[in-house]
């Protein structure tokens, strides 16, 4: 008999309150389950299923609803800028060490754009020019100004 079975056989009321006193159906209840495999261990998996189901239930009402949002966002998306690099600025900290740095920054016409701009700042000590790039890149065409840095004491940063 499977564990689902069992516990439908040994409601105690209407509610659906079981009648757990019974050490008969701890022990068919054991025997049920997977061998080696405890009632609280079967309780989780049972617990698990269910909210894994909630969720795949949850998933494509939630797809409706991101799409719906976005539809506006296709139709209005920001304009790209051109990117101008300056690239192994050397950047002074408190303790006189210089730190390497490229800074992306949006144009217009062949020209910086003027006025305050937000700013993305990435620091690695995976060698700026390898991976930095393709990030803050992105960020630049968006009109924010961008700068990667090595760490102090990694590739051209002392």
Not at 60 to 75: E, K, M, Q, S
Not at 108 to 133: D, F, I, Q
């Amino acid at each position: 008999m499977r564990l689902k079975e069992l516990l439908k056989l040994n409601r105690s009321d209407e509610k659906g309150i079981l009648n757990l006193g019974d050490r008969g159906l701890m022990r068919q209840v054991a025997a049920a389950t997977s061998p080696g495999v405890t009632i609280e261990q079967e309780s989780r998996r049972a617990e698990m299923k269910l909210r894994r189901r909630g969720v795949l239930l949850l998933l494509p009402i939630l797809g409706v609803l991101a799409g719906v949002g976005n539809a506006g966002v296709a139709a209005a998306a920001p304009r790209r800028y051109k990117v101008g690099i300056k690239r192994d600025v050397r950047v002074p900290m408190r303790d006189g060490v210089n730190l390497a740095t490229d800074i992306y920054y949006p144009m217009e016409n062949g020209r910086r754009l003027k006025g305050k701009l937000p700013a993305v700042l990435l620091r690695t000590p995976y060698n700026k020019s390898k991976w930095g790039p393709r990030f803050v890149r992105f960020f630049a065409e968006h009109g924010y100004l961008s700068v990667t840095q090595d760490c102090r004491g990694r590739y051209k940063s002392e």
